[in-house]
């Protein structure tokens, strides 16, 4: 076996040092990566999507769809990591975070929750928007049917109970696969989508929240117009002003490589371009 010598530690400057004493090998799983879209057909679909039925949908509802059809087209991504091994999913549920505003956050200020959209990719996106509507309503008043009561349950508990009731639950829910009296199956959902554009960020990364198991999580950054090319169908190209929309995605490794990431990345996009492939069919 071949050794290697050690550099001394007189030749290392004081950061390196110090980033030596401080951390320990990396564990994390996670790979992240950005595409930026024209959002031209997208805002377009939606204000069709708008005229045509009265519900009012965003890029957010856009977006939680284009992702659950893509995995529901690739269910061997689909999954849950347990005990070493990769399980399918049964249902595509998205899990959307949820900004509560001052008036319904707890004092001192802003509040994150989130609601689950069951089945997102059997719904259309009408659908989406209009659940999502009133299940947010149902959270600002404090009723919510789904994460409301274990909210409550969880609020009453010191901190030094929390930890391990959340490390038992996890257990229990993912690791075993039992279901908890009191608590809802998959609260997380099995994959999630979060917007930071709605507070005018365009880059950010989120992280993979561990007691979730999401193998995905997609952050839509803020709409901006910028300069793009636009190609005709001669093949033609132009530059023009289009409005630009960043999307930026957290994987677990675990349950995808850089391939599968690479055509999953390509199909959303794919049903972003071209929305009227999220349409249910007639």
């Known amino acids: ?99 509560l505003t001052e008036a319904h956050a707890p004092p001192g200020g802003c509040d994150l929750t989130g609601l689950v959209i069951r089945g997102a990719d059997r719904k259309s996106l009408a659908d989406i928007a209009r659940e999502f509507g009133e299940r947010v309503e149902e959270v600002r008043r404090g009723c919510d049917p789904q994460l409301g009561p274990t909210r409550r349950r969880l609020a009453a508990l010191s901190p030094a109970l929390l930890r391990p009731l959340q490390a038992a639950l996890d257990i229990l829910q993912y690791r075993l696969g039992l279901r908890v009296p009191g608590f809802p199956h998959a609260p997380f959902g099995s994959a999630a989508v979060t917007n930071l554009g709605m507070f005018g960020v365009r880059w950010a990364y989120a992280p993979l929240f561990p007691p979730a198991h999401w193998p995905i999580l997609l952050l839509v950054g803020a709409v901006k117009p910028r300069p793009w090319i636009v190609e005709d169908d001669d093949g033609d190209a132009r530059v023009e002003v289009r409005p630009v929309l960043p999307l930026h995605a957290t994987l677990d490794h675990r349950a995808l490589d850089g391939v599968q990431a690479a055509r999953l990345s390509a199909r959303i996009e794919e049903l972003l371009l071209h929305p009227e492939l999220l349409e249910l069919p007639a």
């Open 1 to 99: 076996m071949r050794t290697f010598k050690a550099r001394p530690a007189a030749e290392l400057s004081l950061f390196r040092r110090l980033a030596l004493a401080t951390w320990d090998d990396p564990r994390d799983p996670s790979i992240r990566g950005t595409v930026e879209l024209d959002a031209t057909a997208a805002l377009a679909h939606l204000e069709a999507l708008h005229a045509r039925t009265g519900q009012r949908a965003t890029l957010t509802h856009l977006v939680g769809r284009a992702l659950a059809v893509a995995l529901a087209e690739r269910p061997e991504l689909h999954v849950l990591v347990r005990r070493g091994r990769l399980y399918p999913r049964e249902d595509v549920d998205i899990f959307f975070q949820v900004a």
